[in-house]
């Protein structure tokens, strides 16, 4: 049985509750990007990728034994597009910005219902909760002449943790 105590209920009173968003996380070009947790229909292994010869930055690769759109997240948000290899493949040189990783996690996002879009990420995704009052809308001038694109805020730097810009799934796919 708890004890009553002012003090102890003054003090989780004074503990304000924010509501939090949770985040799925990942990292390109040693920048962090998020997606809503909510738009994420699974992460996975990515297998194969094909059909895009011409490098636009959108291919095909099998899902549940049907054909699943793979947009190129690097091509959409910086404009570059990534050389997207198989997982047993090694890269030997590593610049900073490499937009040549291996790449090796799929995450499946659902847009809308029945309808799934794959972006291939090179580093392991980790879900995160985030104040909702920490995300901030980008500048204007960043959004006309920033070299990053399909963001739809950034969070302020919080302690110990790099800036998170938060991707805007529909412009995204």
């Given at each position: ?31 962090t ?7 994420v ?30 947009i ?20 030997l ?47 204007d ?8 694109h ?18 805007d ?5």
């Amino acid at each position: 049985m708890a004890i009553y105590s002012p003090l102890r209920s003054r003090r989780l009173a004074a503990q304000q509750t924010e509501a939090t968003q949770r985040l799925i996380t990942f990292k390109l070009c040693q920048e962090t990007f998020a997606v809503k947790l909510a738009s994420v229909h699974k992460v996975t292994t990515l297998d194969r990728l094909y059909g895009d010869p011409s490098g636009t930055g959108v291919s095909l690769t099998t899902y549940q034994n049907r054909e699943l759109v793979v947009i190129d997240v690097g091509h959409r948000i910086f404009g570059k597009t990534q050389q997207l290899v198989p997982p047993h493949a090694k890269s030997l040189d590593a610049p900073e910005c490499n937009l040549n990783p291996i790449v090796r996690f799929l995450l499946i996002l659902q847009p809308e219902p029945n309808r799934l879009v794959g972006l291939p990420i090179d580093s392991p995704p980790s879900i995160q909760s985030i104040q909702i009052s920490a995300f901030q809308p980008l500048p204007d001038i960043y959004r006309q002449h920033g070299n990053i694109h399909c963001v739809s805020s950034l969070s302020i730097e919080l302690r110990d943790r790099p800036s998170i810009f938060l991707l805007d799934v529909d412009s995204l796919v």
